[in-house]
């Protein structure tokens, strides 16, 4: 049984919209056929696999006061794409299967990419960190604007949910632990 894509709408201040749409394997044809026109439209499949048509694809579609832009990827699991605007850098980042993209929020110009060797939760940011955390199911990862690693921390056990909550970076593990970061540094938060 084949399941229709899927559409969220997320606003973001500063009147920035972002309107996504997913699919599973093989359904860009379904995903794409709604597209909007107007503004850039950019294909980021081959940045995943040569044959990218045959896997799970999305779009996401930003429209605010530069103007609008869109962009296509794919991901070779079933996932919901989702992102953060990052105001201080002036990026819009986007997760979606293993890949973490990071576009200029206002002209949709990838500035950078960041590929997990596992599939990803989220994405989370603050007005008080130099850089957004990436969170696999088995790594963390805090990234910089320009794309630069700035520390990485391992998890021993399959990370099944995070959340940013009081300065802290609160992971869930598959066997049920909780585990807090500092969020600036990647260490065990006390």
């Known amino acids: 049984m084949t399941r229709d894509p899927q559409h969220a709408v997320v606003q973001h201040p500063g009147g920035l ?4 749409r997913w699919g599973g394997s093989g359904q860009g044809g379904a995903v794409f056929a709604l597209s ?17 048509e045959e896997l799970c694809r999305a779009e996401l579609r930003v429209e605010g006061p530069g103007g609008a832009w869109a962009a296509r990827l794919a991901s070779p699991i079933y996932d ?20 973490t ?11 950078w ?23 696999g199911e088995i790594e963390t990862f805090a990234v910089d604007p320009l794309g630069e690693v700035r520390w990485r921390v391992a998890h021993s056990d399959v990370v099944t949910e995070a959340e940013l909550v009081g300065g802290r ?22």
């Open 17 to 20: 919209r972002v309107s996504y």
């Open 36 to 52: 909007e026109a107007g503004g850039p439209l950019t294909e980021y499949g081959d940045r995943v696999a040569g044959s990218f």
């Open 80 to 99: 919901q794409p989702s992102g953060l605007l990052w105001d201080s850098a002036g990026l819009l980042v986007v997760k979606y299967g293993f890949l």
């Open 101 to 111: 993209y990071a576009f200029e929020a206002r002209g949709g110009v990838l500035r």
């Open 113 to 135: 990419s960041h590929r997990s060797a596992s599939p990803l939760l989220g994405v989370f940011g603050s007005s008080r960190l130099e850089h957004v955390l990436i969170q």
């Open 169 to 190: 970076l609160v992971l869930a593990s598959y066997a049920g632990q909780l585990t807090a970061l500092d969020p600036r540094t990647g260490r065990i938060a006390g």
